[in-house]
């Protein structure tokens, strides 16, 4: 757990569905690398096809933000045949070249997802707990509630 001046930090990780549902989620110290985490959150999504045999391991597109693109990281997705989505860090120049490009990346469902956390969950934001395994159960838990609600309801 990293401490700063305001006390600990801690950032959720999470892998959603393009339905905005949770797949799996991490947690890391504020002050860590958010890139080191992509491929621990694929090793741990197993895709349902509803076919018989071995689940799929492997997304077909992976969207992110500005916070993990790398070249590395590009090119270890795309060794596993999965498409990135990451939007170019935009480095400040007095003359840029070219023209610039718009590209847009379908972030809003990730969002949605921490959008629920906080209005559901509301000791997810705050974080009462000392322990980090204590935080990890809780965030497990209001996931596997997520999806027993979505399997109950939709």
């Known amino acids: ?3 700063g001046g305001k006390g600990k930090g801690i950032l959720i990780h999470s892998l959603t ?3 905005g549902m949770p797949l799996a989620h991490r947690t890391t110290p504020a002050n860590g690398d958010e890139r080191a985490q992509v491929m621990p959150l694929l090793d741990a999504v197993k895709v349902r096809t509803g076919t018989r045999g071995r689940p ?6 992976l969207a992110t933000d500005k916070g993990y ?3 590395a990281l590009r ?3 795309r060794q596993r045949g999965i498409r990135p989505q990451i939007p170019k860090r935009v480095w400040k120049t007095k003359n840029p070249r070219g023209r610039p490009i718009k590209k847009t990346v379908p972030r809003f469902q990730a969002e949605r997802t921490f959008a629920w956390f906080q209005k559901k969950y509301r000791r997810l934001v705050v974080r009462w707990e000392r322990l980090a395994a204590c935080f990890v159960a809780f965030l ?15």
Not at 56 to 61: A, E, F, G, Q
Not at 140 to 154: D, E, K, P, S
């Open 75 to 77: 090119q270890r997705l």
């Open 17 to 19: 569905a393009g339905d």
């Open 56 to 61: 799929r391991k492997r997304l077909k597109v």
């Open 1 to 3: 757990m990293a401490r």
């Open 69 to 71: 693109d790398a070249k």
């Open 140 to 154: 497990a838990l209001a996931t596997i509630h997520m999806w027993v609600h979505r399997l109950l309801v939709g």
